[in-house]
């Protein structure tokens, strides 16, 4: 018996279109599910999830539909006409933003940082705010968001301040340095630390500390660290402890100075 089919297609042809649709779908299926529990884990803005799915949606479509074209025979000239289309539009892409695409793929795959850690991309610092395909942005001490293109990203070091991670929350070590000068015995220097470290106010889940970085003919430089579980009080944190480390320092050097 002849296989007549449907509308002049033939059965096997539609079990074989219908197989490749039901592998199309359950694929979605899997990868949507999968990058729904991705999200949630790496804690990304829902615009960035949705625009990931979408991504994978749209080239499932276009793994089915050259699939069904090959099965149910597409005439060659077609194929070649939808390819220059397609390429038309690629040649209108910019190669700057599909890099910059990937390189936000990339991004949340690696996971080198998430929203609300506190990181230095290159000279900029602060705490992330959004990470999306295109761009990721930054809020700066000085309360400017500055938003970098994800190529501008990989491009930089990145230093992640996340000190450990647990399910209580996130502890973040904050460091950096100070220059002085060798006017103050390296012991004053000390109690000088130690007291502004003990004035304080913030709770803090381990006590801060510091060590002599370096040291040249003019200056020692120490760099300091102290644990925060909440990044955003790093730049208040920051500033106290700077002021307040030249604010006895000078004291100390004046009243070392009146004894002379």
Request: charged share 20%; glycine share 6%; aromatic share 10%.
């Amino acid at each position: 018996m002849a296989d007549n089919g449907l509308f002049g297609v033939s059965w096997t042809v539609i079990i074989e279109i219908v197989i490749v649709a039901a592998v199309a779908i359950t694929m979605e299926r899997l990868i949507t599910r999968y990058l729904s529990r991705f999200a949630r884990r790496a804690k990304l803005e829902r615009s960035t999830a949705n625009n990931l799915t979408l991504t994978f949606r749209v080239l499932i479509l276009l793994g089915a539909v050259l699939a069904i074209s090959r099965i149910s025979g597409v005439q060659p000239e077609i194929i070649l006409s939808a390819s220059a289309i397609g390429g038309a539009a690629v040649g209108f892409a910019s190669q700057r933003t599909i890099g910059n695409f990937v390189a936000g793929l990339f991004l949340l795959a690696a996971r080198p940082f998430k929203v609300g850690d506190y990181v230095r991309v290159g000279n900029v610092e602060g705490v992330v705010q959004e990470v999306t395909l295109n761009y990721t942005k930054i809020l700066t001490i000085g309360k400017n968001v500055v938003s970098m293109s994800n190529l501008q990203v990989l491009d930089r070091d990145i230093t992640n301040f996340l000190y450990e991670s647990s399910e209580e929350g996130d502890t973040y070590c904050y460091t950096f340095e100070i220059g002085l000068s060798h006017e103050l015995s390296a012991e004053k220097t000390a109690k000088i630390f130690e007291d502004v470290f003990a004035r304080i106010d913030h709770p803090m889940p381990m006590q801060p500390h510091y060590m002599v970085a370096r040291s040249s003919g003019t200056e020692r430089v120490y760099t300091v660290y102290f644990y925060v579980e909440r990044p955003e009080v790093i730049f208040d944190l920051r500033r106290q402890i700077t002021e307040e480390v030249f604010k006895r320092w000078d004291n100390e050097r004046k009243a070392l100075t009146t004894q002379a």
